[in-house]
């Protein structure tokens, strides 16, 4: 059997990233929302270690 996650960066930033955040309505209101909040991060960021 497969492990249900398997990491991968790109995937991660295609799918979670800030820019796809902007593509929609619901998107953007999502980022609305975490900016009122006051959320260091708006949106996934993958750092290099």
């Known amino acids: ?3 249900t996650y ?5 995937h991660r930033k295609k799918t ?3 820019r ?5 309505a619901d998107g953007r209101k999502v980022l609305q ?3 009122r909040k006051g959320r260091k991060r708006l ?4 750092y290099k270690k």
Do not use: L
């Not at 949106?43 to 993958?46: G, P, R, Y």
């Open 43 to 46: 949106a996934v960021d993958i």
């Open 20 to 24: 796809r955040k902007m593509r929609t």
């Open 33 to 35: 929302a975490r900016r």
């Open 1 to 3: 059997m497969m492990p």
């Open 16 to 18: 979670h990233g800030f």
């Open 6 to 10: 398997r990491p991968s960066r790109v």
